[in-house]
C-alpha cells in the first residue's frame, strides 16, 4: 500500500513538474513569436518615418509654391490641406478595409512564423 502512496505521490510531483515547464515553454514561445513580429516591422516602420518626413518637406514646398502662386503663403496650406482632406475622405470610403486586412494579416502572419 505504501508503494502505491509514493507511486502517486511521485506521479503528481512529476504532473506538477511537467505543467511547470508546459507553461514555460508556452510564454517562452509566445516571446519569441511576439519579439520576431516586432523585429520584423521594424525595417517597415523606419522607412514609413522616412517617407513622411519626406513627404512632410515636399507638402512644405508645395504649399509654399502654391502660396505664392496664389498671392499669400496661407493660402497654399489651406490648398494643400484641403488636397489631403479629399485623399483621406477617398481612403476612408474606399480602401480602409482592404488596408486593415492588410496589416491584420501581416501582424499574424509574422505572429505564426
Do not use: W
Amino acid at each position: 500500500m505504501e508503494k502505491n502512496i509514493e507511486a502517486i505521490e511521485d506521479l503528481l510531483a512529476k504532473a506538477a513538474e511537467y505543467g511547470v515547464a508546459s507553461y514555460e515553454l508556452i510564454k517562452l514561445k509566445a516571446i519569441d513569436n511576439v519579439s520576431q513580429a516586432i523585429s520584423s516591422c521594424m525595417p517597415h516602420l523606419f522607412i514609413v518615418v522616412l517617407i513622411g518626413t519626406i513627404l512632410f518637406f515636399f507638402n512644405l514646398g508645395v504649399a509654399l509654391l502654391i502660396g505664392e502662386m496664389m498671392g499669400k503663403a496661407f493660402e497654399g496650406f489651406f490648398v494643400v490641406a484641403a488636397f489631403y482632406t479629399v485623399l483621406a475622405i477617398i481612403i476612408r470610403l474606399f480602401l480602409y478595409q482592404r488596408f486593415k486586412m492588410f496589416v491584420c494579416n501581416y501582424i499574424i502572419k509574422q505572429l505564426f512564423k
